[in-house]
């Protein structure tokens, strides 16, 4: 079974859940928790339900311009929102911060001192882009290089590709000394970030 994007689909029975049923993202798995006593036609309607449900909550959280965080302090606590409902919490970085001397990366992660660092740049654009590259970074501190398990991590974010597309018209723009909003044309060369080289010289991803 997987989600209308083909991420998987566990189905948890448990006994001491009587009256409710949930559904989270864990590690990339969409996990819908029903009670032990669920016969197979409620299981298959639950299932249905809560993955709908799971689905527009996706889909609000991408569309809406909400909660930039402007601090620090801010930025560490959207961090551990997204590391919860992504990740199954299992990245905790030791600080989160808006840097503004760092023009050739999107973001870039030290897993030795466990630190995040987002170039302010990114400051102007769309909330699900921030989060991708923030997202991003909170894998890195679990894998540290650009493999197949690090983009398993990425699964579970439904504006992946969205925002990678998203930065690669950036960088194509920059590039081409035809700034976007919110970005000077002097950091137009170094606006590119760390991975996935396009046809050409513009890289696409954080770091």
């Known amino acids: 079974m997987t989600t209308a994007d083909g991420s998987p689909v566990e189905v948890r029975r448990s006994a001491r859940r009587t009256r409710t049923v949930a559904a989270f993202w864990e590690d990339g798995t969409a996990v819908v928790a029903i009670p032990a006593r669920f016969t197979a036609a409620q299981e298959r309607e639950w299932v249905h339900r809560m993955l709908a449900k799971l689905h527009k909550q996706g889909e609000r959280h991408a569309a809406s311009g909400r909660r930039r965080p402007a601090t620090d302090e801010a930025l560490a606590a959207h961090a551990a929102e997204l590391s919860a409902q992504y990740l199954g919490g299992r990245s905790r970085p030791a600080a989160v911060r808006w840097v503004g001397n760092q023009n050739s990366r999107w973001g870039s992660a030290t897993p030795a001192d466990g630190t995040i660092r987002l170039s302010d740049k990114l400051q102007p654009m769309p909330q699900w882009v921030i ?77």
């Open 131 to 207: 989060d991708y590259v923030l997202l991003h970074e909170l894998a890195h501190l679990l894998v540290a290089s650009h493999n197949a398990a690090f983009w398993k991590l990425l699964e579970a974010y439904p504006e992946t590709q969205r925002a990678k597309a998203f930065l690669e018209g950036v960088s194509f723009a920059t590039s081409r000394g035809l700034a976007p909003r919110g970005l000077d044309k002097g950091d137009a060369a170094e606006s590119q970030t760390g991975t996935g080289q396009l046809p050409g010289e513009w890289s696409d991803d954080a770091d």
